[in-house]
């Protein structure tokens, strides 16, 4: 994998658009988001009806602009992944670590193995609805869709990556997970993209959130391995070192 195209190519954008976008955050940053609402428990402003489909209303939106202007360069973007409730969420993590302790895994290790990609509950982006995993719809799908592999050499959504790193900016969407060589957290992941213009104040309200009482009020497995130094790093590394954009 190259790592420093992704950084010549990230800067690359529409400046008006870009402008835009910082504005249009600003005007929603005093917007007041419940806790609920921040982990998913209460989502607000959702549209579609299904798992492929629901997400932010203005996501929404945006999407179909971008998936427009794609469509006419022969590349379909499909969402395998948009709003995702606190609920299954908390399904996906303690199946993980369920899974991991009936292997002989520490509740540590457990954790920190579900966390190289899986996060913990109540702190997902997917429970914004500004957050998609996105693929390319004209090609022919791998089994497992969400690898770094396809996405890089001779990947079949190579296409798809390059299109989304010279144009999603355009359109107010930004890679999370990047892959630049000194970020740390969650593994990168070239499919998932957030709709800064309502993702940056949600992550702003997000962030002041006392993450420790939600594990312990929620009785999530592993609660007690995410507390103190290893809770601090977490959020550290895996919530704020992120593409820096998208902490504007």
Not at 6 to 18: C, E, I, M, N, P
Not at 98 to 106: H, L, N, P
Not at 158 to 171: G, K, Q, T, V
Request: net charge neutral.
């Amino acid at each position: 994998m190259k790592r420093q195209r992704f950084l010549k190519l990230s800067a690359v954008g529409t400046a008006g658009l870009l402008l835009s976008h910082k504005l249009h955050a600003k005007m929603i940053l005093n917007q007041a988001y419940s806790r609920d609402e921040l982990i998913g428990k209460a989502p607000r402003d959702l549209v579609g009806n299904s798992y492929l489909t629901t997400m932010q209303r203005d996501t929404a939106k945006a999407l179909g602009l971008m998936q427009q202007a794609a469509k006419k360069e022969g590349v379909d973007i499909k969402v395998v992944s948009a709003f995702r409730s606190f609920e299954r969420q908390k399904e996906i993590f303690e199946g993980k670590y369920k899974r991991f302790i009936a292997g002989g895994d520490t509740p540590e290790q457990a954790v920190n193995r579900i966390i190289e990609y899986s996060t913990i509950p109540g702190t997902s982006r997917h429970h914004w609805g500004t957050d998609l995993d996105l693929i390319d719809g004209s090609v022919l799908a791998p089994e497992s869709v969400l690898e770094a592999q396809h996405f890089y050499d001779s990947g079949v959504f190579c296409r798809l990556r390059e299109w989304l790193e010279a144009h999603a900016a355009d359109f107010g969407f930004y890679q999370v997970y990047t892959n630049h060589p000194d970020r740390q957290g969650f593994a990168h992941e070239p499919w998932h993209y957030s709709y800064a213009p309502v993702s940056i104040p949600m992550f702003k309200a997000f962030i002041e959130l006392d993450l420790g009482d939600i594990l312990e009020r929620e009785n999530i497995l592993g609660a007690e391995v995410i507390q103190g130094d290893f809770l601090a790093k977490y959020r550290k590394n895996h919530l704020m070192d992120i593409n820096p954009i998208l902490l504007d």
